[in-house]
């Protein structure tokens, strides 16, 4: 049997912990603690120091550079809008494309990363539409600064920025974008490449059309939304003027057509037309080709850019008969119901003048020699007005001056000086039947708005003003409107037009319950100013003779067809103008009348001229 085991037994004793009795610390100690402190804050001090009065100025300046924004202005131009506000000429924000090949990085990309070109331009070219090998080649070996493509749209270029790669870079223009292509060109011009203005309303308007734009800086948030802080009052707010033109989007679209159309069937070298207000100069279209579309100024000839209508000179022939007519009645040389004997041929001074169809016409009264366009017939009439009381009148009526127009280029005629005018018998002769002397169509066509609104001379002009928000100067024309022939004369002159259209050479232009008045020509023209190789051929309309607004002008260049007159060749063009004008103007139908009361209408011919 195993004896127990004893247990020890616990001492009862406990250990006693060790105390250390408390001293008080050296001050030695103290003094480094308060020293090391001090230090500490009189460095804390001296830097807050140095930075607010030495840097201070440094450090605002980036701080601002990281809070705000400096906005600078793009060069905008004014919208050109037509008389119904459709555009005609708008500034587009473009963009222009830029590499910088050592920076190429995509988003989450460690840090040191360079992409290469291949993997750029992979994404790049779907949506630029090019294959990538016309991007490659345009980096090359260069490491920045690249130009890879130009005229991007704002949605190309959300999608570009939408891929976050470092190392492209976005540059917004504006570009001038015509709309209406060449429907207006002759008139609006066009802007080259640097934004310089090269023709038209755009070089001749150019001052007007310079948008309002002024820098102005920021303030952003943290999220880089603006703050109102700093914001002057007009900061935010855009220059929206428009130059708002005289001219309609709709008539000039029929009447280029209906032009063209001619030019092309005549085989023509050019053609004009010209729709103007009679009462106020304002001029509803003004039509020219061959055109040119200015969105691609630079793949067409550089003489398309002149506008014929107001920079070449032609003689206006039998167009400017009424004109003479006009002048001879209020000189008192012819009346009312006078005649005038055209036997077919004149002499004067040596010279055979004779009528276009070299027939002899007899007795005629006044009506009838606009009928038969007798050329005859005016040398005798304007034979009974002194040499130099003619020239006082031509003078008068501005033949060699610049019409006072806003239409840019815009020349004057020419007109013999008065000693030769008075001393050579052929030149008043050739004169009668307007030749001699050279005026521009739009020249031409402010004559007959004479004749049409009462004798008043009134200016033509395409501006009409400018519609905005903010206030800008119209720099427009004093518009002329002065009295220069008795509304008793134009009167008279009016109801001949209108024989014309109704018994002459003007018949294909007579419109169902309208009472038209209007004049064809067909002038000899010279290329070197001695041998008379070609004609125009042209003709003025105007409507309503009852109570007259407008006239139309057709003027056609050198047709190669034969029988090639106004009123085979311009005549139709300014019917199918007047028909669109009705509708368009809402120009009511004449009232029955009897014009031709009191006139000999005892003749009836067939007339080409």
């Known amino acids: ?103 190429f990085r995509f988003p989450g990309d460690v840090r040191g990363l360079i992409r290469t070109p291949d993997e750029v331009v992979e994404k790049l070219s779907p949506i630029l539409s090019v294959p990538p090998s016309f991007l490659l080649k345009k980096i090359g070996n260069s490491s920045t600064g690249v130009k890879l493509v130009e005229s991007l749209s704002p949605e190309t270029a959300r999608e570009i920025k939408a891929f976050r790669i ?77 130059l708002s033109l005289t001219l309609d989007a709709r008539l000039q679209e029929v009447v280029l057509s209906a032009l063209k159309f001619q030019v092309r069937e005549w085989q023509a070298k050019k053609g004009v037309a010209i729709v103007m207000d009679v009462n106020n100069g ?12 200015p969105n691609f100024y630079w793949k067409y000839n550089s003489g398309l850019f002149k506008e014929w209508s107001v920079e070449t000179l032609f003689e206006p022939g039998s167009t400017f008969k009424p004109i003479n007519l006009a002048l001879a009645l209020e000189e008192g040389v012819i009346s009312k119901e006078g005649s005038v004997m055209d036997s ?132 427009g024309i004093q518009i002329d409107d002065s009295q220069i022939i008795s509304s008793e004369t134009t009167n008279i002159v009016l109801a001949w037009l209108e024989s014309v259209v109704d018994k002459g050479s003007g018949r294909g232009a007579k419109i169902e319950s309208y009472r038209i008045g209007g004049k064809t020509g067909t002038a000899d023209k010279s290329e070197d100013g001695k041998s008379y190789s070609s004609k125009i051929c042209s003709f003025v309309a105007i409507l309503p003779v009852d109570n007259p607004r407008f006239v139309v002008a057709v003027v056609i260049d050198d047709p190669r067809k034969a029988y090639a007159y106004g009123s085979t060749v311009a005549v139709p063009v300014a019917k199918k103008i007047m028909e669109t004008l009705i509708i368009l103007e809402k120009i009511p139908p004449s009232e029955p009348f009897d014009v031709f009361q009191g006139v000999n209408t005892k003749t009836s011919r067939s007339f080409e001229e």
């Open 1 to 103: 049997m195993i004896a127990p085991r004893k247990r020890k037994r616990r001492s009862t004793k406990t250990k006693r912990k060790k105390v250390i009795p408390l001293e008080p610390i050296p001050s030695s100690r103290l003094k480094l603690v308060f020293s090391i402190l001090t230090f500490i804050l009189i460095s804390l001090l001296g830097r807050l120091a140095w930075l607010q009065l030495y840097k201070g100025s440094v450090l605002e300046s980036k701080a601002r550079d990281y809070q705000t924004k400096r906005i600078h202005p793009l060069g905008t131009r004014r919208p050109i809008v037509d008389r119904r506000g459709k555009l005609l000429a708008i500034d587009e924000t473009q963009y222009r494309l830029y590499a910088h090949p050592s920076q």
């Open 166 to 242: 470092n190392g492209l870079d976005l540059e917004p223009y504006p570009q001038r974008f015509y709309p209406q292509k060449d429907l207006f060109a002759n008139v609006l011009g066009f802007l080259d490449y640097d934004r310089n203005p090269q023709a038209g309303l755009e070089l001749s308007r150019n001052k007007d059309l310079v948008s309002i734009e002024k820098s102005h800086t920021l303030r952003l948030g943290r999220d880089g939304t603006p703050l109102p802080a700093g914001l002057k009052a007009g900061s935010l707010v855009k220059d929206n003027s428009r």
């Open 282 to 293: 304002e001029i509803l279209s003004l039509a020219s080709t061959p055109s040119y579309d």
């Open 344 to 475: 077919g041929v004149v002499n004067v001074g040596g010279w055979s003048l004779k009528n276009w169809n070299e027939k002899a016409n007899g007795e005629i009264t006044f009506a009838e020699v606009l009928q038969v366009s007798s050329n005859v017939g005016m040398v005798n009439i304007m034979q009974k007005m002194r040499a130099s009381s003619y020239w006082e009148w031509l003078k008068k009526l501005g033949i060699d001056e610049s019409p006072n127009t806003d239409l840019p280029g815009a020349i004057s005629g020419q007109l013999k000086n008065k000693d030769v005018f008075t001393s050579q018998p052929i030149e008043p002769a050739v004169a009668a039947f307007g030749q001699g002397f050279s005026i521009t169509p739009i020249k031409l066509v402010q004559l007959h708005a004479l004749i049409a609104n009462g004798g008043r001379i009134v200016s033509p002009h395409i501006t009409k003003d400018f519609t905005n928000l903010i206030q800008a100067q119209d720099g």
